[in-house]
């Protein structure tokens, strides 16, 4: 092998060590109440996924929603979520996770018998871009109309 090629190679080496580090991206924390029209949701899945389009990358954060309307995301099992701008996703619980009213077609109620319109349960459609910021702590309540 060259001496070139040898440079090459230890390039490569270096450069794959220093991409690599501990495997794990930094996360900032994130939590906040998810509201619709006003009341905070009841339960249900809050979702944040980077957003390529403003210089997001990296693995999606999520968290249950509680019965007051409040969240904490987290990656995988490790709280938080990667700094920089995230389309956001809320969907309303899946039944068996809350009671069993219904309203339009077999859709799950939430408390006082309300859904969510589906366009929150897609991250083009749900009007939610929000900034998670490195080094802070992030408190981002979500208001749906």
């Not at 270096?14 to 991206?25: D, P, Q």
Request: glycine share 16%; hydrophobic share 35%.
């Amino acid at each position: 092998m060259g001496t070139a090629s040898a440079r090459g190679w230890v390039g490569l080496a270096l450069l794959a060590l220093v991409g690599c580090g501990s495997g794990e991206s930094k996360l900032a924390a994130v939590q906040g109440r998810v509201f619709y029209r006003g009341q905070p949701v009841p339960g249900g899945t809050i979702v944040f996924v980077p957003d390529p389009e403003r210089g997001g990358g990296g693995p999606l954060a999520a968290s249950e929603i509680s019965a007051d309307g409040t969240y904490t995301l987290h990656t995988g099992t490790r709280p938080g979520a990667v700094p920089g701008w995230h389309r956001v996703t809320v969907a309303h619980p899946v039944r068996g996770q809350t009671p069993a009213n219904s309203t339009r077609q077999g859709e799950p109620a939430l408390a006082g018998g309300w859904t969510l319109p589906r366009r929150f349960s897609h991250p083009d459609q749900s009007g939610q871009v929000h900034e998670v910021k490195a080094g802070t702590q992030n408190v981002i309540d979500i208001k749906l109309e």
